[in-house]
């Protein structure tokens, strides 16, 4: 069965340096998700993205946060500049189309920021 | 702003005992609710997508149903590998965003 692959599992950095989080979705789904869950809380939206850009984003994801899709396969998730609150699981999922509903998501990167 | 709440919190069964989660919702225009149960340290598996009030999915022992501010998730006869969080979500028909609620933890005993 097709599914959400996510690197790495869990990656641990120091304040104030570069995380790149990487997503292989689904390959005929076309829309693309980051969702964050800061531990004990609730899965929280980041960012969506279609047809090679940004179709919505929350108040979270500021100027820090940025997306890519750089080939045909991957999606990646880079915080430039890690605070400790960056600390959470961070989840990839995609779906098929607008219309068709559901998310599939991945097993999720755990950040850790000291 | 949409919003979605889920009662309650946590949910402590008796293998066998049936039992029914809550999801209210307030969203401009529904486009669609959907259940997703989350193991510890995992992503959220989807469970069932409803499109429309009156509308019912089932699956195994999970039944969910929809009205115009809720939705319930029956669980009949659950056994302990049921135990985990069931997430609500709902999309809205302006956005590309689906808003969680803050999920039912549910612990099945034998």
């Known amino acids: 069965e097709p599914e959400v692959t996510q690197t790495p599992s869990h990656q641990v950095t120091q304040m104030g340096q570069e995380v790149i989080l990487r997503c292989v979705p689904i390959s005929n789904h076309l829309y693309f998700y980051w969702y964050r869950q800061i531990l004990g809380q609730k899965v929280e939206f980041l960012v969506s993205?279609?047809?090679?850009?940004?179709?919505?984003k929350s108040e979270i994801f500021d100027d820090q946060f940025s997306v890519e899709r750089p080939d045909g396969s991957n999606f990646t998730l880079k915080i430039r500049s890690t605070k400790l609150e960056d600390s959470a699981m961070y989840f990839c999922?995609?779906?098929?189309?607008?219309?068709?509903?559901?998310?599939?998501f991945g097993e999720g990167s755990r950040l850790t920021v000291l | 702003e949409d919003q979605v709440t889920q009662s309650p919190e946590a949910l402590r069964l008796q293998e066998g005992e049936s039992s029914s989660l809550n999801c209210s919702y307030t969203?401009?225009?529904?486009?669609?609710l959907f259940w997703y149960r989350q193991d510890p340290g995992k992503g959220p598996e989807f469970l069932f997508t409803?499109?429309?009030a009156g509308e019912e999915k089932e699956k195994e022992r999970l039944k969910a149903t929809l009205t115009k501010k809720e939705s319930f998730l029956h669980i009949t006869a659950p056994k302990p590998e049921d135990s985990a969080t069931y997430l609500c979500?709902?999309?809205?028909?302006?956005?590309?965003?689906?808003?969680f609620g803050p999920g039912t933890r549910l612990s099945v005993l034998p």
């Open positions: 409803l499109y429309s």
């Open positions: 979500a709902v999309r809205s028909d302006y956005g590309q965003n689906f808003v």
């Open positions: 999922a995609s779906s098929m189309g607008a219309n068709t509903g559901e998310l599939f």
């Open positions: 993205f279609y047809n090679n850009e940004i179709s919505e």
């Open positions: 969203v401009s225009g529904l486009r669609g």
